[in-house]
């Protein structure tokens, strides 16, 4: 998470912290580094079923992705939370 959004979501981040997320603090950002998932399953339906599969969808190619690239599974995983 970015700095900012770390001293605006303090209530998110220390429930975060109590489940064991370990939180690193972003402050330079290399886009062909990082791969980025963005939406919110929120609102009547069907837009939260749609918005849950179409992340699952993207999760599911961001994995084959990462194996293709590295050619091994990832080991860290970020939030970034709006």
């Given at each position: 998470?970015?700095?900012?959004?770390?001293?605006?979501?303090?209530?998110?981040?220390?429930?975060?912290?109590?489940?064991?997320?370990?939180?690193?603090?972003?402050?330079?950002?290399?886009?062909?580094?990082?791969?980025?998932?963005?939406?919110?399953?929120?609102?009547?339906?069907?837009?939260?079923k749609m918005v849950r599969d179409f992340q699952s969808i993207i999760g599911?190619?961001?994995?084959?992705?990462?194996?293709?690239?590295?050619?091994?599974?990832?080991?860290?995983?970020?939030?970034?939370?709006?």
């Amino acid at each position: 998470m970015g700095q900012v959004d770390i001293e605006k979501e303090h209530p998110y981040v220390t429930k975060m912290k109590i489940l064991g997320c370990k939180l690193v603090s972003v402050t330079k950002v290399f886009p062909k580094d990082y791969f980025y998932v963005i939406g919110s399953v929120v609102g009547p339906h069907p837009f939260s079923k749609m918005v849950r599969d179409f992340q699952s969808i993207i999760g599911h190619e961001v994995r084959e992705l990462f194996q293709q690239k590295f050619k091994k599974f990832s080991n860290h995983h970020c939030l970034c939370r709006r």
